[in-house]
């Protein structure tokens, strides 16, 4: 009997195989390249991170990307995708926006839940048409899109929020900071850690996992496929109405095209962050970094004296070197394994 | 396996769709008589006043008012009054509302254009119909089009926003410009002169740079950040469209270039007298918007009429402003641009 | 009936049908004769109760606003039936009309512009295919990032400055009408390419191929069918019909900008999947895709003439896409509901010993 020896399992053995499945983790790199990026930046014009405001707007206007991109990341994890998302944002922002001039003097905690609610009901009606009809969500998302934004423009008429018409208090949270990071950061953040754990630890969020690799197993196996995706749907469109609350905070004036292309820029976000588009892998840290790497790219590119038109293009080239990235990666993985098994 | 059962069946579909096409056209060439000579050519009785705003997009401040004057005018001529515009400042969006507009056999357009020759051919076609179609606020080509209501000379709008400027910053130092749309015909031709002033007659102010804000808040407060972090050492910066001044100076008061940058352009007293009266905006110009607007809709009324054919020394009464003369190339002036400050904002509600 | 030689039972020859139903059940009740059942529907009433719907001008406007959506529907369905998607062909199209745009403008003849708008269409349509034959990528997740690429190398190369001035031939040949009817000359185009995609959809062996794959692309690929080259060429395809259309949209507009076009992608996939194309792939018939352009096309040009605005329009659309994804889904179920054992039970009865 031969007996294997282990290296011993201390703390430290322990914390060095932590770091290096850390320092491999595709997060680390977008996280390192987005370091490059800022740093390139400020090396360029040291007002981008040095100066009160370019500090402030570097924290603060990826913020309501983050979340958006943080309730993408859980759908397409599921093997889905939210293309409604820009919709459900432009008539959050408008909702807001309609409250405080018709309920003068609401408390703005109202508010926020109101436009959570309204967003969670829309992510509902996709999800229950997903979940239930077995419909590809691409479908039906695109539908919605065209539905819900077609409401927002029958409601909003020629119409516009002006930043008068919302409260002072309100806007003011748009650009208060505490300790130098913007409020809207900290809630964002906070959202972002509470989605973390949730698909790290807790049943539910694993079984997203689950689902998104490999449905037939997972309804075999006795997972409540259809109960577990329409969550996903219910969280993506709450997040998306927190976003559009969030909106109206920062710029104050709503028009009825507020969020329009918005949800490519989610996907895009997601997919740069490491989700993988066909579902069961990445996490919402990876989208959360994307979102700020993308928009700080965006931010950067005049700053290195490229024309800011040309923003679309590089997030056209980000999104398909993530995904031909993912692949080549796959395919390592899966001739790793293969010869392991055959060894 | 394609006999001839799945031929025939295909062949009838096709013939279906085909006779449904056919059968549209043909029932559409019938009453040729009654409908298709549109427009404003109703022989019978009273001219066709329907006349519809097209500014250049919806959601604009500044074109509710305009359109909101050209209702009054209109409601007190017993017309017809309609507005409709594209979300977007785009020529295409625009182009598909006069088409609409043409079927519908309206009796007069006042168009505030995206682009001075890309609107044309639809325009072409209105007129074809029998539409009368007036410019107001941004003009197209004077081909295409039977008259043009100018709010103030181009000039006269160029040179007051460079004389605020320059009187705001000392004379010299680092100024930007943030516009609307890149074609629309009025900003391109108040660039331009603004630039020809400044390097004649302000030879220490430099121009920098000229953003886009697309008349959308959103994009005019992302540019105004952009501007304000690329040029550390910007001075000043010049918006002649309301949405874009409004939108910078809202980034202004929270930011901490208040009071170090100026920024002036036109704007609507009702959307900057906040930031007038804190001081983020020292003065800024503009003309009375819903007079051009009741202007213009006076002008259509009397083509529609036939009171005025377009040709210069034309006369016609509109209500409250008096009469008004047509200038060469078709045009006629509405009057001088007037600078509001912290005196004077109270006065004004629009 | 003869008898058997063996057992002396009466031995009967079988007769097998052609088809599972009759003739005119296949043909009236299906996805495709719901669509033009419904597009008719919508004419005659639009005709009856719209102020000026039957007037001439409508119908020409109508076809020249619905032609690059025509266009793109003809290889957006070959694409779809083959179960992937391609979402990038409106950014192909403002791609195309970018070029067409800054080429003319520093001098080129219009006609040599065009040709090359064409090359570079087709080759945006390889890339794509190349993405997703060659490195395997899910052409979802390929599309969408072309979509964000070429529709940002539309807007760099020309900013947000739009380019106006083209020859005048061709701005008037987009527009211009055959004789003296209402309908567009483009129409004439538009049928030659709707004739060559039907025929190779229907009545080729590459168009089964199409099929087959849809169906299931592994049995495809063992059957002979080369799957690969297949979607790569459909994939070009796609590229050079987008650019023909971003080439008409500029034309009849005559404005090239960075940003025409935008969305047109949402209202190509509607129309197909309204005309009855199944999005899991496999089952689709272009006569049904023409209608469903027509039909969205008739319903968007009446409701506007009734001054109903746009964005009413936008919700009926993404109703109706809805609506016919979930229908399908919908009569499936109720299918399998009525054919599953323990439905409907027939008795049989016991063969006469």
């Not at chain 1, 707007?57 to 983050?66: A, C, G, V």
């Not at chain 3, 483009?186 to 995609?197: G, M």
Request: proline share 3%; with cysteine; hydrophobic share 50%.
């Amino acid at each position: 009997m031969t007996t294997l020896i282990t290296p011993p399992d201390t703390a430290g053995a322990r914390v060095l195989r932590g770091f290096g499945g850390f320092a491999r983790a595709r997060e680390t790199g977008i996280l390192i390249a987005l370091v490059l990026v800022i740093a390139i930046a400020t090396i360029k014009n040291p007002n981008f991170l040095f100066s009160n405001d370019g500090f402030r707007d570097l924290l603060l206007t990826p913020s309501i990307l983050m979340l958006v991109a943080v309730g993408q990341a859980v759908v397409i994890i599921t093997r889905s995708v939210d293309l409604s998302v820009g919709s459900t944002l432009g008539l959050t922002a408008y909702l807001t926006g309609r409250l405080f001039i018709d309920f003068p003097g609401i408390p703005i905690i109202v508010v926020f839940l109101a436009g959570i609610a309204l967003g969670a009901f829309l992510g509902l009606i996709n999800g229950a048409l997903i979940a239930f009809a077995k419909v590809p969500a691409l479908v039906i998302t695109l539908g919605t899109l065209y539905a819900y934004r077609g409401i927002n423009v029958l409601w909003t008429g020629s119409d516009r929020i002006n930043a008068s018409d919302v409260p002072k208090p309100f806007l003011a949270l748009g650009t208060q900071t505490i300790l130098f990071i913007p409020v809207l950061t900290i809630i964002a953040v906070v959202v972002l850690i509470a989605a973390g754990w949730y698909m790290r630890n807790l049943r539910g969020g694993r079984e997203l996992y689950a689902i998104g690799s490999d449905p037939a197993a997972a309804h075999l196996y006795g997972l409540k496929v259809t109960q577990r995706v329409l969550v996903a749907f219910v969280v993506c469109g709450a997040l998306a109405g927190l976003a559009g609350v969030l909106t109206t905070a920062r710029y104050g004036t709503v028009n009825s095209q507020v969020g329009s292309g918005f949800e490519l820029d989610a996907v895009a976000a997601a997919v740069i962050g490491g989700v993988a588009i066909f579902g069961g892998s990445g996490t919402v840290w990876g989208a959360a970094i994307g979102a700020y790497l993308l928009l700080t790219i965006n931010r950067a590119l005049p700053i290195l004296g490229v024309e800011d038109f040309w923003q679309r293009a590089v997030v056209g080239v980000l999104i398909i070197g993530a995904i031909v990235l993912d692949r080549v990666l796959a395919l390592r993985t899966a001739r790793k394994l293969v010869e392991a098994r055959d060894k | 396996m394609f006999n001839s059962i799945t031929r025939r069946s295909g062949a009838i579909v096709a013939l279906a769709v085909g006779l449904t096409l056919v059968a549209s056209g043909c029932t559409a060439q019938a009453p040729e008589g009654s409908g298709s000579t549109g427009g404003g050519s109703d022989a019978s009785g009273d001219a066709n006043l329907a006349i519809t705003f097209v500014p250049k997009n919806l959601g604009n401040a500044y074109f509710d008012t305009s359109d909101a004057g050209g209702k009054e005018a209109i409601d007190e001529f017993g017309g017809t009054y309609d507005e409709q515009a594209p979300a977007e400042g785009t020529p295409d969006g625009q182009v598909s509302f006069i088409n609409t507009l043409t079927q519908q056999g309206v009796g007069g357009l006042a168009v505030s254009a995206n682009d001075p020759t890309a609107i044309c051919d639809a325009i072409n076609e209105a007129r074809d119909a029998g539409i009368k179609v007036v410019t107001f606020d941004s003009d197209t080509s004077p081909d295409c089009r039977d008259l043009y209501i100018n709010q103030a000379t181009s000039e006269g709008i160029a040179k007051i926003q460079v004389d605020l400027i320059a009187e705001q910053i000392g004379d010299k130092g680092q100024v930007a410009i943030l516009s609307a749309t890149a074609n629309a015909t009025n900003q391109n031709a108040w660039i331009e002169l603004m630039e020809a002033d400044i390097k004649e007659n302000h030879p220490d102010i430099e121009l920098v740079d000229t953003v886009y804000g697309d008349d959308d808040d959103q994009t005019s407060f992302d540019k105004t950040a952009a501007l304000l972090q690329t040029y550390p050492d910007l001075k000043g910066i010049i918006s002649p469209t309301t949405v874009g001044i409004a939108a910078a100076a809202r980034y202004l008061q929270t930011s901490d270039y208040k009071g170090k940058v100026a920024l002036t352009g036109l704007g609507t007293p009702n959307q900057m007298r906040d930031y007038v009266e804190d001081e983020t905006v020292t003065a800024f110009a503009l003309w009375n918007p819903a007079d051009l607007g009741y202007l213009a809709a006076y002008a259509t009324k009397a083509l529609i009429e036939g009171e005025i054919t377009g040709a210069e020394g034309d006369t016609f009464e509109a209500g409250k402003l008096g009469s008004y003369t047509v200038d060469a190339d078709a045009t006629v002036l509405l009057g001088d641009p007037y600078t509001f400050n912290a005196e004077n904002i109270g006065d004004f509600d629009f | 009936m003869t008898e058997s030689a063996i057992t002396g039972a009466p031995t009967t020859v079988r007769t097998y049908k052609n088809y599972g139903r009759p003739l005119w059940r296949r043909l009236l009740i299906s996805r495709e004769a719901a669509v033009i059942g419904g597009l008719i529907l919508v004419v005659i009433v639009a005709n009856a109760t719209v102020y000026r719907f039957g007037t001439p001008i409508t119908l020409n406007y109508l076809l020249l606003d619905i032609m690059p959506i025509l266009f793109i529907a003809l290889p957006m369905t070959l694409i779809i039936v083959t179960g992937e998607i391609d979402l990038s062909v409106a950014s192909t199209m403002g791609l195309s009309s970018v070029i067409l745009g800054t080429l003319h403008e520093g001098g080129m003849p219009i006609e040599l512009a065009g040709i090359i708008a064409l090359i570079v269409g087709t080759l945006a349509g390889a890339l794509n295919g190349f993405l997703v034959t060659v490195v395997g990528l899910p052409s979802l997740a390929v599309t969408i990032g072309t979509l964000a690429l070429y529709r940002g190398l539309a807007v760099g190369l020309l900013g947000t400055k739009a380019v106006t001035e083209f020859t005048e031939f061709w701005t008037d040949l987009a527009k211009s009408k055959i004789g003296d009817t209402s309908i567009p000359s483009v129409t004439i185009l538009f049928v030659i390419l709707a004739i060559a995609f039907a025929i190779l959809l229907h009545f080729t062996p590459f168009g089964r191929g199409i099929f087959a794959i849809g169906l299931n692309d592994e049995a495809a690929r063992f059957s002979g069918i080369r799957v690969e080259r297949t979607k790569f060429i459909l994939f070009m395809l796609s590229g050079v019909i987008s650019a023909l259309a971003g080439i008409y949209y500029t034309l009849r507009f005559g404005t090239a900008r960075g940003d025409n076009a935008t969305g047109l992608e949402l209202s190509v996939i509607a129309a197909v999947l309204l005309g009855g194309v199944s999005i899991f792939g496999g089952r689709g018939a272009l006569h049904g895709v023409i209608a469903g352009v027509l039909l969205i096309g008739a319903l968007g040009s009446a409701l506007r003439l009734a001054s109903i605005t746009s964005d009413v329009i936008n919700i009926i659309t993404g109703v109706l896409l809805v609506l016919s994804v979930v229908s399908t889904s919908f009569l499936t179920w109720l299918h399998k509901k009525r054919t599953k054992p323990g439905g409907k039970k027939t008795v049989i009865p016991a063969a006469k010993g």
